[in-house]
């Protein structure tokens, strides 16, 4: 995801050659994780010559947040009240500035 964000529409490969900069993957991982990422609505595929050409769906931000809330989601309908505890546990520690840019983000997020 990084890689396209970064780079706009990309091939297959060019998405390879950007993770391969940081690490050694093979091609057909790749492939098929954008084919999945495709499948699943977060990538559009559009055929190009002899293959295609993937963008996102989503900007970064907007895929943060989607994935941190389901993310929370799951923790809190998996562990219920423990989940939440160990949240409200992290709130007692960080600085009053922070807390109040979490509380500004929690009532957009629920806004209609």
């Known amino acids: ?5 970064r780079r706009g529409p990309s091939s297959v490969r060019q998405v390879l050659e950007d993770i391969q900069l940081e690490r050694r993957i093979a091609y057909t991982t790749v492939m098929t994780v954008m084919s999945r990422l ?3 609505g977060i990538l ?4 190009a010559g002899t293959g295609y050409v993937y963008s996102t769906v989503l900007g970064e931000a907007e ?7 389901r993310l929370a989601r799951d923790l809190v309908t998996r ?3 423990l989940a ?3 949240f409200a546990a ?3 520690r960080i600085s009053p500035e922070r807390l109040q840019r979490l ?3 929690a009532a957009e997020e629920s806004e209609p």
Do not use: C
């Not at 995801?1 to 964000?5: D, F, P, S």
């Not at 895929?63 to 809330?69: F, L």
């Open 44 to 47: 559009r595929r559009e055929a």
């Open 38 to 40: 495709t499948e699943k």
């Open 90 to 92: 992290e709130l007692n």
């Open 1 to 5: 995801m990084k890689a396209i964000w």
């Open 84 to 86: 939440l505890a160990q």
């Open 63 to 69: 895929y943060a947040t989607r994935v941190s809330h």
């Open 103 to 105: 509380r500004e983000l």
């Open 79 to 81: 562990f219920g009240d």
